[in-house]
């Protein structure tokens, strides 16, 4: 029996959306409504093909919420709300409690603003979404996919801090891994594609405003570059990656900052914009760069050199690597970024062939690259929807 599913994506002033019809995943309507809680939020959905866009306030999540209801109702995708069985909503942070999606109740909200601390951009956002869509589609029922839950394979030699081993025991201090959907997305998509024995040993790229590396080993997550929180690993839009951690105490004397202010700083002031001053936009540096400005190119050059450092470290892992994806944002659209990352790696095989890069083709590598080298758009929310469909045993 076909099903209604929502997959919902909220960012901290923004939020995605697809409604499908399951389990034959049609789209009826996709969306993203931006700058929420401004005069200017700007709503854009596509239904049948054809793109419509609205300049509207929305103050809040509940009028962008409403506001999306209302869009359905009004352009007859639905004729009721109650025809929606079933919303599914990404969570960045799931810890140690969760290792698959799961309904959503009391104690499942209570762990998601529990651990709020450790994903302070996304999880209250995430969990303003859920109790916006309880309150306005009270009949559907609410899944929470976490980023993290793909990662849970990933083996103690790689999750573990070298810190006392009770704080790994009694609070959870390991590494976790993000962006779960997307990477578990291309595990499943690339041997569709390509087939399973050269997508045996592959390491997945998401490289957007947030970015993480996963060594995927038959389409199981052996390691990711994001850690016990989405602040760690390569170089971001405005996140720092990894750095020493004695910085930390470092700046809070230095600067007689707060740990808040230390947080702040190193999630929202660091990063790609950090280095540059300028943005933290891909497309921004480039244009910058080829002007002339130092800082510019010197935060791309660190960007590419953190992507080609876990790859390096990743190829370890996998015992040798098959194939190489692009994905998200960057990954899917920056032929630069592309061929910076790729130019340091022939040493593995990897070969690009230019035209086809700058096209952006599905398969870029050339035809002697020993790896598969692979632009795959991701795709978060038929990933969510699949899982709201688990959980609800309507598969």
Known sequence: MSQK?????????????????????????????????????????VIAGKRSKIVAPMESFDTAIQNVIDTLLTSHVIQSKNEITGVGHRISHGGRYYSAPVLVDEDVKSK???????????????????????????????????????????????????LPYSYYEDHGIRRYGFHGP???????????????????????????????????????????????????????????????????????????MSSQEVRNMLNKDSGLLGISGLSNDIRDLDKAAQA??????LALDVYVHQI?????????????????????????????IRQMVCDRLGYL?????????????????????RVKVAVIPTDEEIIIARDVMSVLGLN
Request: charged fraction near 20%.
């Open 182 to 256: 997307s990477h578990e997305y291309i595990a499943q998509r690339a041997p569709e594609l390509f087939g399973k024995e050269k997508t045996h040993r592959m390491i997945s790229c998401h490289l957007g405003n947030g970015g993480s590396l996963t060594a995927l080993l038959d389409g199981k997550s052996v390691n990711s570059s994001m850690g016990f929180t989405p602040l760690a690993g390569i170089v971001m839009g405005t996140r720092s990656g990894d750095i020493d951690p004695e910085i930390i105490p470092f700046i809070e004397e230095e600067f007689h």
């Open 112 to 162: 998601i603003d529990e651990l709020a601390v450790l994903s302070p951009l996304h999880n209250p956002v995430n969990l303003l979404g859920i109790e916006a869509f309880e309150k306005l589609l009270p009949h559907a029922q609410e899944v929470a996919v976490f980023d993290t839950s793909f990662h849970h394979t990933i083996p103690a030699k790689a999750y573990m801090y070298a």
């Open 292 to 297: 002339g400005n130092k800082r510019a190119q």
């Open 308 to 336: 080609q450092q876990y790859i390096g470290a990743y190829t370890t892992d996998l015992e040798g690597l098959d194939t190489l994806v692009f994905t998200a944002g960057i990954g899917e659209h920056s032929a630069l």
């Open 5 to 45: 599913i929502l997959a919902i994506n909220a960012g901290s002033s923004s939020l995605k959306f697809k409604l499908y019809t399951m389990p034959d995943e049609k789209v009826l309507m996709s969306g993203q409504i931006d700058r929420i809680g401004t005069k200017t939020s700007e709503f854009s959905y």
């Open 349 to 369: 095989g990897v070969k690009l062939d230019a035209a086809k890069n700058d096209a952006n083709e599905l398969s870029i590598e050339a035809a002697d690259s």
